[in-house]
C-alpha cells in the first residue's frame, strides 16, 4: 500500500478559504466513506479533525468541511484565522480483509 | 476524559528491539467498542500506521512492518504494547498510541503526547 498524495503545501489569507485534495486508489479512498483528517501544530500530536469523510468531532468548527469525490478526499477550511496553520494530513481505512490504515504524506498550510 | 500515555526508552541500540507501553486512563481498553493503535512519525516526515490490537487480543499490522512488530494488550494494566525487533536508524520516529472506534468510523479519535525514540548506539 502506498502513501496517500497530498499537495505540499498550501497557502491562504485570513478570511479565505483553502482545499486540501488526498488522492489514493479504488483501494482506500474510493473503495470506502472512512477518510479521516488531522491537524498537527509544531511538537503537538495530531488531532482528528474530520472523519467518515465529512463528519466532525465535538469541538471541531464548522468552518471545516470534507468531500470526496472516486479516488479524491477534500478537506475545506474557510474563514481562515491565523490558528490554522499547521501540518494537515488525511487518513484512509484500506482494510478489505483485515484493518488496515495509510496516511497521506501530510500538506502545510501557511496562513499569510 | 480519555488519555493515552507512551512510555518507554528513548534510545534504542541498533539491532536491538523498541519497547513501548500506552497506558490508557479515563476509560476501559476492554470496550468493545475500540481498537487501539500505534502511529510513527520520523522527525520531519509524515505519519505511518504501525498496528492495531482489539481488547480480546487480535491484532493487525502495517504488511512492511509486520516481521518485525509485536503488539500485545493486558487488560488488567489497562495497557497495550509495541515491540519492533531489528531497529535501524530507520526506526528513529515520535511513536503515538491511539484509540479508534469501530462503530462511528475507523478514526484515530484520541491520540497520546507520543515519545521520541532515537536508534543510535
Known amino acids: 500500500q502506498s502513501a496517500l498524495t497530498q499537495p505540499r503545501s498550501v497557502s491562504g489569507s485570513p478570511g479565505q478559504s483553502v482545499t486540501i485534495s488526498c488522492t489514493g486508489t479504488?483501494?482506500?479512498?474510493?473503495?470506502?466513506?472512512?477518510v479521516s483528517w488531522y491537524q498537527q501544530h509544531p511538537g503537538k500530536a495530531p488531532k482528528l479533525m474530520i472523519y467518515?469523510?465529512?463528519k466532525r468531532p465535538s469541538g471541531v468548527p464548522d468552518r471545516f468541511s470534507g468531500s470526496k469525490s472516486g479516488n479524491t478526499a477534500s478537506l475545506t477550511i474557510s474563514g481562515l484565522q491565523a490558528e490554522d496553520e499547521a501540518d494537515y494530513y488525511c487518513?484512509?481505512?484500506?482494510?478489505?480483509?483485515?484493518?488496515?490504515?495509510?496516511f497521506g504524506g501530510g500538506t502545510k498550510l501557511t496562513v499569510l | 476524559q480519555l488519555q493515552l500515555q507512551e512510555s518507554g526508552p528513548g534510545l534504542v541500540k541498533p539491532s536491538e528491539t523498541l519497547s513501548l507501553t500506552c497506558t490508557v486512563s479515563?476509560?476501559?481498553?476492554?470496550?468493545?467498542?475500540?481498537?487501539w493503535g500505534w502511529i510513527r512519525q520520523p522527525p520531519g516526515k509524515g505519519l505511518e500506521w504501525i498496528g492495531s490490537?482489539?481488547?480480546?487480543?487480535?491484532?493487525y499490522y502495517n504488511p512492511s512492518l509486520k516481521s518485525r512488530v509485536t503488539i500485545s494488550v493486558d487488560t488488567s494494566k489497562n495497557q497495550f504494547s509495541l515491540k519492533l525487533s531489528s531497529v535501524t536508524a530507520a526506526d528513529t520516529a515520535v511513536y503515538y498510541c491511539?484509540?479508534?472506534?469501530?462503530?462511528?468510523?475507523?478514526?484515530?479519535?484520541?491520540w497520546g503526547q507520543g515519545t521520541l525514540v532515537t536508534v543510535s548506539s
Open positions: 491511539a484509540r479508534i472506534p469501530i462503530l462511528t468510523g475507523p478514526s484515530f479519535d484520541y
Open positions: 479515563g476509560g476501559s481498553i476492554s470496550s468493545s467498542s475500540y481498537y
Open positions: 490490537i482489539y481488547y480480546s487480543g487480535s491484532t
Open positions: 479504488s483501494s482506500d479512498v474510493g473503495g470506502y466513506n472512512y
Open positions: 467518515d469523510v465529512s
Open positions: 487518513c484512509s481505512y484500506a482494510g478489505s480483509y483485515t484493518p488496515y490504515w495509510v
